[in-house]
């Protein structure tokens, strides 16, 4: 009866969660004041603030991080002996790229063939709803059973570590029996998964200069070094003929052992075109689960439309380095660095220059807390038992929080499943999944607590 009553209670919550949403979306909350102003993010901040006053939580605070970012913490006081569970997801959110490619407003949630569809929809805005309508959910049926911190993170998009180092200075803050991340998906909607596995990333800036100045292609052009074709040359340089990651000194041939991903049901996911192959060796599973990947995010070169007829000088690029459990992402940021160092062509100069790094991370799903955390899904998921899979993304905190506390059980939910298409054009979340996962986020609370008591 308990568990009914907490499904029609969620199921009641869905109207307000989709108002809250669209309040939260309209924020534009790129943690990147060049492109959107910091203001953004701030207002951003406070409404999870008071999201969490309204809630009863205490000791509310906006902790200003050392990069420069807001991190939104609060406490909400449970039983005496109860457990400790902390709650985590982040506002800030990727930048929209193309607005003319979205279908609606990027900042405007937009409910379209059953989704609603927003910038931060799924990527993790919808975690903030998700966690806040597990909680109305238990208040409204007996109150929380357990010790709840909640911390929504302000630049975990940016990946500059701001909420790590301030979680390193202040440990007693974060500390937890059990810390549920609610910012990865479900393998497919309707799916029921936890997340076994996070690839680590670094990212850099890559600088190549060839000349003083740019140069008339046709006086100088076929003997004056080119910056943007030794650009070209040291990116290639990556990447085998079949794609696969190929970063000198890196291990790129480790395999993956548990849920696999058909490479059919990838392409679709994937939107991959007809006729175009996929990259990398080995199955699906083992190159974006097991195995490094580099991504060439951005060039700095003359667009197409007003380019003159002129050898480059100067060209730069950002350049991402997934990289799986079991390798250091600080040991991968030196060979990705020498890497692109001893390729460049013709002497070409090399700046190389770190702007993000974080840890991969890999969870204990033996742990007592995935025992609750299955009995939870099985029942908001008829009929589905709880997966276990990777994800090639990276949640730097994961780690920081799995040194802080060794004895703390990592549980990694959410909204991000395939059709959820985060960091692209017309991101969306599934309604479907936020009900249930709301659902699972309560029932597991009062799983985990009567486990503990």
């Not at 302000?154 to 701001?162: A, L, M, R, V, Y």
Request: aromatic content about 6%; hydrophobic content about 40%; overall charge negative.
């Amino acid at each position: 009866m308990e568990q009914s009553r907490l499904a029609e209670t969620v199921a009641s919550l869905q109207s307000r969660a989709r108002t809250e949403l669209a309040e939260l979306v309209a924020f534009r909350s790129v943690a990147d004041p060049a492109q959107f102003p910091k203001s953004e993010c701030e207002a951003a901040a406070n409404w999870v603030a008071e999201a969490l006053r309204t809630e009863g939580f205490e000791d509310v605070a906006l902790l200003d991080t050392p990069d420069g970012s807001q991190s939104v913490y609060g406490f909400l006081p449970g039983p005496a002996g109860a457990p400790t569970v902390l709650l985590y997801a982040h506002y800030d959110v990727q930048p929209p790229l193309d607005e003319a490619a979205w279908l609606s407003p990027p900042f405007e949630l937009t409910e379209r063939d059953g989704r609603w569809y927003g910038r931060g929809a799924a990527d993790c805005k919808g975690g903030v709803i998700m966690h806040l309508t597990a909680l109305r959910a238990l208040k409204a049926n007996g109150g929380v059973p357990v010790n709840v911190k909640v911390i929504c993170e302000g630049s975990e998009e940016q990946g500059t570590g701001g909420l790590e180092r301030y979680a390193e200075a202040h440990p007693e803050l974060l500390s937890a029996d059990t810390i549920v991340i609610g910012d990865t998906g479900n393998f497919r909607a309707g799916l029921p998964t936890v997340t076994a596995t996070l690839r680590g990333m670094t990212l850099v800036r890559v600088k190549v200069d060839t000349l003083e100045g740019n140069l008339h292609s046709g006086q100088f052009g076929g003997a004056a070094p080119d910056a943007l074709a030794a650009l070209i040359r040291v990116l290639d340089s990556l990447r085998s003929a079949d794609g696969s990651t190929t970063v000198e000194g890196l291990d790129a041939e480790a395999s993956w052992d548990g849920l696999q991903y058909p490479e059919d049901a990838f392409r679709q996911d994937a939107k991959v075109l007809d006729g175009v192959g996929l990259i990398g060796s080995g199955t699906v599973a083992d190159r974006i689960w097991a195995r490094p990947a580099v991504t060439v995010l951005g060039i700095d070169c003359p667009p197409v439309i007003g380019a003159t007829p002129s050898v480059q000088a100067g060209a730069r690029a950002l350049v991402s380095l997934r990289v799986p459990p079991g390798t250091d992402a600080a040991g991968a940021t030196k060979l990705l660095t020498s890497h692109l160092e001893s390729a460049a062509p013709w002497g070409a100069r090399v700046e190389v220059e770190q702007v993000g790094q974080g840890q991969a991370f890999r969870a204990d799903t033996e742990s007592p807390a995935y025992a609750s955390m299955a009995a939870a899904m099985r029942v908001a998921y008829p009929g589905e038992e709880m997966q276990t899979s990777g994800m090639g993304g990276s949640i730097p905190l994961c780690n920081t929080l799995a040194t802080l506390y060794p004895e703390a059980e990592i549980l990694l939910i959410g909204l991000s499943e395939p059709e959820a298409r985060i960091h692209a054009v017309n991101e969306s979340v599934s309604p479907e999944e936020l009900e249930r996962l709301s659902l699972t986020e309560a029932l597991f609370l009062t799983e985990y607590a009567r486990s503990k008591a």
